[in-house]
């Protein structure tokens, strides 16, 4: 990723938020094709079969997505991979993220959804798990800001951090997570960083992906390396 890029996705992290209310427009074909494109890049990367539903409503139309107060959403996107992958929920949380971001920056409004839907329509093999749904759509607004942990309840952060390391845990805070509860923590020794989900709560191993995601952009891949 290149130094405009990176401060392009940091921008459109700050500014997006989780949209559960759409307008029902549909989405254009040239976004359509940009997005797919995108998708086809991120599938060939991860080996997941990640799906986008378009013109869809049944399955946000369901009892349980009003309990989740959606409304107005007829497409979204379908986080799927074989099941024998052993780190299957955090990759779907990873790369879901990327293309979270993607569509924000072509204008469109996400929120990532765990059984507050109906039965999605993305096709799904023997050998392969549907793990999560995320909306996709123009939203009725923008969203709202949410509250936040402090960079110190998440990291080992101090004052004598390098500012890769505070960049890239700034940009995790930012992640959207289940039920906000960021139940996840970042632990730097030297060049080297430690990705930690909580302990006890829904979708840890997903939230981990999408706030491993926003640190890297945050921190710059190059900085640091991951430790197992």
Same mark, same amino acid.
Request: net charge neutral; charged share 30%; with cysteine.
């Given at each position: ?18 949209? #559960? ?7 254009? @074909?040239? !976004?359509?094709? =940009?997005?797919? &494109?995108?998708?086809? *890049? ?62 924000? #920056? ?7 959804? @765990?059984? !507050?839907?109906? =039965?999605?329509? &993305?096709?799904?093999? *023997? ?102």
């Amino acid at each position: 990723m290149t130094a405009a890029n990176r401060e392009e996705y940091l921008r459109i992290m700050e500014t997006r938020h989780s949209v #559960r209310q759409y307008t029902g427009r549909p989405i254009p @074909a040239e !976004t359509r094709e =940009k997005l797919g &494109a995108y998708l086809s *890049r991120i599938n060939e990367e991860s080996g997941l079969h990640i799906q986008i539903v378009y013109d869809e409503p049944e399955c946000f139309g369901a009892a349980l997505a009003k309990y989740g107060r959606f409304g107005g959403c007829r497409d979204y996107i379908s986080l799927v991979g074989k099941k024998d992958i052993p780190d299957l929920d955090e990759r779907c949380g990873y790369y879901g993220e990327l293309l979270v971001l993607e569509a924000q #920056r072509l204008g469109l409004n996400t929120c990532w959804a @765990a059984l !507050t839907h109906g =039965k999605s329509k &993305a096709e799904t093999d *023997r050998d392969e798990r549907e793990v999560i749904i995320i909306s996709l759509g123009y939203g009725t607004t923008s969203g709202n800001a949410r509250k936040s942990k402090t960079p110190e309840e998440v990291s080992n952060i101090t004052s004598d951090s390098p500012a890769w390391f505070r960049e890239g845990v700034r940009a995790a805070l930012l992640a959207p997570t289940a039920v906000n509860q960021q139940k996840f923590r970042f632990t730097r020794t030297g060049g080297k960083v430690r990705g930690e989900a909580g302990k006890i709560g829904p979708c840890l191993k997903i939230d981990l992906g999408i706030v491993k995601c926003h640190f890297e952009i945050g921190a710059g891949r190059e900085n640091f390396e991951w430790e197992e």
